[in-house]
């Protein structure tokens, strides 16, 4: 599936089944529309947020539910992410990817456990990671059998509390790694802890952020988006409005589009 340049969309976490599907519906009808492949993506457990008593989601049985008729309602490709390597084999029965978050990118049995299922697997990059640094992941999930697998670069930290995006990492990344290089344009404007105990973030900067990083030659991009981001139970302050998304993936587009008409200099 990485072959192709492919958007992949969906709220952070999971929600109720009308959300779900309003948000995979808009996503179909935009595959359709601009010919985009589409994949949708959701988590089922957000395991890693700051503080214990904000929402997670809810959990593996009942979320890999939700994404079941997300898949059968719309048509689309679903992914989501694993925290155990137990939660591989079971995840892998539903969905058509498989994600390994990113701070989670260097444990070698998930990593390694989600190649075993033969699916296509997306390793976020963690955010302490060089791009070059990300091959051993990669040789991980190739060991394990993974069909395919692509990076995706959500930032590095700057300090506390901020993160940058290294549009060099992309050609780094497809060098060094071998594989498609995503650019996620939702956790990439993340601010870490910012926010009451939780991540804030500047969505106002994902949209200049996602043309700079198809300019400069990612395979693929990752956003987060909800109708109503901040009534969404988690990364609320980085989500794209879903109204938002269709226009800018038709500059999106334009922008591939202006560099495939650019010759290549010797």
Not at 116 to 145: D, I, Y
Not at 161 to 169: E, H, I, N, Y
């Amino acid at each position: 599936m990485f072959e192709y340049f492919t958007l992949i969309a969906g709220p952070c976490v999971l929600e109720g089944d009308a959300l779900n599907l309003r948000v995979a519906e808009a996503l179909a009808r935009l595959q359709e529309e601009l010919g985009l492949p589409v994949v949708f993506k959701a988590s089922f457990d957000k395991a890693n947020r700051a503080d214990l008593r904000r929402p997670r989601g809810p959990g593996l049985e009942a979320g890999l539910d939700l994404l079941a008729r997300v898949r059968s309602a719309s048509g689309l490709r679903v992914l989501t992410d694993i925290h155990e390597p137990a939660q591989a084999e079971v995840a892998a029965a539903v969905v058509d990817v498989l994600q390994i978050p990113a701070f989670l990118c260097r444990q070698t049995d998930l990593v390694v456990a989600a190649g075993a299922t033969k699916k296509p697997v997306n390793l976020k990059k963690g955010q302490w990671m060089a791009p070059e640094h990300m091959a051993g992941a990669v040789e991980k999930a190739r060991t394990g059998g993974a069909s395919e697998v692509a990076i995706t670069e959500r930032g590095t930290f700057f300090g506390y509390g901020d993160l940058v995006v290294d549009m060099r990492s992309f050609a780094r990344i497809r060098a060094t790694c071998g594989v498609p290089a995503i650019f996620d344009g939702s956790h990439s404007v993340q601010r870490p802890g910012r926010h009451g105990g939780a991540s804030g973030g500047d969505r106002q900067f994902i949209r200049s952020l996602a043309l700079a990083a198809v300019a400069a030659g990612c395979d693929g991009l990752f956003l987060e988006v909800h109708p109503d981001p901040a009534g969404a139970p988690s990364d609320a302050q980085s989500m794209l409005p879903l109204a938002e998304l269709q226009a800018l993936i038709e500059d999106v587009l334009a922008v591939r589009g202006s560099l495939e008409r650019i010759p290549a200099r010797a």
